[in-house]
């Protein structure tokens, strides 16, 4: 049986410069309303994995640079564009006006299951809310679009930094 080895250091850069080359579109992620640090920089370092444009913190989300978003995001947020608003308005105006089809995750009425929203062909920001309450009443009718992540298991919802990380990962995929 041959012995499988760890990628080196420029072994893992050639395969992530592969997949960059192969992806087009912008991606862009709206924080409103979130209350948990940790969540904010496990939101950070996926953003950061998946070549995030713009990240917006909104309302009362915690700041990127507050100790349990750093200690959660280890460094990461140097690789990202990120700003704070007063707003998930003002953020989804932002983003709207840059272009971006905003896309709320959510489980809402008339959401639509994300792998089966056709989003090749835009550059999507997507909107996440707060760990309890989820968007804002103001999001939601603010957004483009609303889209569900399919669950099988018994559990209804997942963390909010689980699902940013799965949405961002879907938007990726649909343009591989």
């Not at 862009?28 to 939101?43: C, E, H, K, M």
């Not at 957004?143 to 298991?153: E, F, M, N, S, T």
Request: proline letters at 3%; hydrophobic letters at 45%.
């Amino acid at each position: 049986m041959a012995s499988v080895k760890q990628l080196d250091g420029t072994a893992m850069k050639r395969l992530h410069r592969e997949w960059r080359r192969r992806t087009e579109g912008r991606l862009s992620i709206i924080l409103d309303g979130l209350g948990t640090p940790v969540n904010v920089g496990s939101i950070v370092r996926s953003a950061a994995a998946f070549s995030v444009d713009q990240l917006w913190l909104a309302g009362p989300t915690p700041p990127v640079t507050s100790a349990g978003a750093r200690k959660t995001a280890l460094g990461t947020e140097r690789y990202l564009l990120y700003s704070h608003t007063a707003s998930s308005n003002e953020a989804i105006e932002a983003a709207r006006a840059d272009g971006y089809l905003v896309v709320g995750i959510e489980l809402a009425d008339t959401a639509e299951a994300l792998p089966e929203m056709n989003l090749v062909g835009h550059d999507v920001c997507l909107v996440l809310g707060h760990e309890d309450h989820g968007l804002s009443r103001a999001a939601l009718a603010a957004c483009d679009r609303l889209a569900y992540i399919p669950q099988l298991g018994k559990v209804g919802s997942l963390n909010v930094a689980t699902a940013a990380a799965i949405a961002c990962y879907e938007v990726r995929r649909q343009r591989w």
